[in-house]
């Protein structure tokens, strides 16, 4: 059966359509926008998510504009928007928006 390849929302690359992550930005769900703690539906411009009530607007840490919560680098300055989990063993990368580690539950540094 043929799939047909679609843009990735993240990066604008074409990607097989049944792709959940994206290959090119490592973006998970790349075509539909997700609330990065609960995974529900999001759509552009809203300030908080709907299901869960975590608010979708950060504070870029290098140039200090405010940016979607759910991106995963600054389209003002090209930072990246992810901190590390502080637990030396899992050393997962995030969103640092979410304080806590989705993996372990430590907190999340810049």
Known sequence: MAVYKHFCIH???LIPGDANVCPYCGAEDPFNLRCPRCRGPIEEGYKACPSCGLELVARCPSCAKDVPAYLRACPHCAASMLGTCSNRR?????????????????????
């Open 11 to 13: 990066c604008a690359k």
């Open 90 to 110: 899992c050393g997962n990368k995030q969103l640092y928006t979410m304080a806590v580690c989705t993996k372990c539950k430590s907190k999340v540094v810049i």
